[in-house]
Nanobody
């Protein structure tokens, strides 16, 4: 299993970015794919997740996420996206995608639920 993120970069406050995570060597069924933010010295924060079979989505309750971030998928490309809008400086960090497979119908933002992780892509809002 390999997860590769892309789309990170630097943006001014209020700007937007769209991240991609492409999964390879994996059966794209009964999977839960999530996005997490990693900041040095802090716990990894779950942002959004999607259960690939149904497309059901889950979001963190934080004001910096809800209503600003949208997770989506393209099953044909084995890719999950994170569209981020109205970005604030406090959401800067390394954005990492993760995979829970098989999901067995479980899809949450709990880090411990995921076995596979990408390397991450840096997002800087300043």
């Amino acid at each position: 299993v390999q997860l590769v993120e892309s789309g990170g970069g630097s943006v001014h406050p209020g700007g937007s970015l769209k991240l991609s995570c492409t999964a390879s060597l994996v059966t794209y069924r009964d999977n839960c794919m999530g996005w997490f933010r990693q900041v040095p010295g802090q716990a990894r924060e779950g942002l959004a997740a999607i259960y690939t079979d149904s497309g059901k989505t889950f979001y963190a309750e934080a004001d910096t996420v809800k209503g600003r971030f949208t997770i989506s998928q393209d099953n044909a490309k084995n890719t999950v996206y994170l569209q981020m809008t109205s970005l604030k400086p406090e959401v800067s960090g390394v954005y990492v995608c993760a995979l829970r497979q098989p999901a067995d119908g479980i899809c949450t933002l709990a880090e411990s639920q995921y076995a596979y992780w990408g390397q991450g892509t840096q997002v800087t809002v300043s």
